[in-house]
């Protein structure tokens, strides 16, 4: 990793401002805007990726422990995973990247974000169209009654229960687990139909979350990554931004 001199971040900068201006010119026209979005864009709030450094917790692997079987094995360990990732996220704000996405909203008919992400920051940073394709933590849902809250209780007793005495599990999709089927309908119906898809923070791992951006660019439209790294998506792009989501969107206010 070169030194981060003033050299580079001038670099950097520079290639910021001229990638931006081209998807500004493209967002003047566009009517209808999809934002597929996940862990980047809320790492500048100081939420760790999944994939990143500080992604593993007691040296297990989200995918460890977002799992059926690894809830029905220990319940009380999946439950501390969450309730350690619902205290951080306790004194977490959104970050510059969801307060722009927020405001650009207001500029198009359509606006919708797809975001991968469960920690609602879109939500608590103005989003009005904001489709969680793999839950939020802040729900629970019981295996009992199927019941379905908002909790927003840190810390948590763990396991929780539901008034019917049922286990109470996050709301979020684990791996292995179909995503819920109208939200994954809107999502693919706001892929087709945009003209401009911006694809913030997100490795392209997870499917079928990603598939989303193939439909969308199958459908005709302009692709925009925002991300420090290439991802699995990266070739499919017309525009890659290769900065973080907290410097480049304010950019394309
Ligand atoms: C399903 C909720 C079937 C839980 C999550 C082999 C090949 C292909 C697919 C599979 C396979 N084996 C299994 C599968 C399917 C599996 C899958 O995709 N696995 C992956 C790991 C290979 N998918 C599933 O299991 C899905 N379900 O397929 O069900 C089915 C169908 C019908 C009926 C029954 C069953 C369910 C997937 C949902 C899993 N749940 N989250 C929780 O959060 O606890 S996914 C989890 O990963 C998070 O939601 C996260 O958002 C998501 C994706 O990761 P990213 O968001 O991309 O995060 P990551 O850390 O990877 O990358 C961060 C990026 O940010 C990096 O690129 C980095 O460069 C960038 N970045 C860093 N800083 C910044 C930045 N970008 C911008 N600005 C910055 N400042
Ligand atoms: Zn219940």
């Known amino acids: 990793m070169l030194r981060d001199t003033g050299e580079e971040r001038l670099k950097e900068g520079v290639v910021i401002k001229k990638e931006a201006a081209k998807v500004k010119e493209r967002l003047e026209g566009a009517r209808n805007i999809a934002v597929l979005t996940g862990a980047g864009v809320s790492a500048e709030s100081g939420v760790p990726t999944f994939r990143g450094e500080g992604g593993l917790w007691k040296n297990f692997r989200a995918e460890e422990l977002a799992t059926p079987e690894a809830f029905k094995k220990d319940p ?8 350690f990732r619902r205290q ?9 990247a969801h307060y722009a996405l927020a405001r650009l909203s207001e500029r198009f008919e359509n606006f919708t974000v797809i975001t991968q992400n469960v920690d609602g920051l879109h939500t608590l940073a103005g989003s009005k169209t904001v489709l969680e394709l793999h839950g939020n933590i802040w729900r629970v849902r019981c295996l009992e009654c199927g019941g379905v809250s ?31 089927e109208e939200t994954f309908q ?4 706001a892929a087709e139909k945009c003209e401009i898809m911006l694809v913030v923070g997100t490795s392209g791992v997870v499917q079928p979350a990603m598939s989303l951006a193939v439909a969308a660019k199958s459908n ?15 070739h499919i792009m017309d525009v890659v931004i290769p900065a973080g989501a907290g410097k480049t969107l304010p950019e394309l206010l």
């Open 76 to 83: 009380a360990l999946v439950w501390e995973f969450y309730d």
């Open 88 to 96: 951080t996220l306790s004194r977490i704000r959104p970050n510059p």
């Open 150 to 180: 908002e909790n927003r209780v840190v810390p948590i007793n763990t396991p929780p229960r539901c008034n019917c005495g049922g286990l109470l599990r996050p709301d979020v999709v684990w791996f292995g687990e179909a995503l819920p």
């Open 186 to 189: 809107k999502a693919l119906r």
């Open 220 to 234: 005709g439209a302009f692709l925009v990554e925002i991300n420090p790294d290439p991802g699995l998506l990266s």
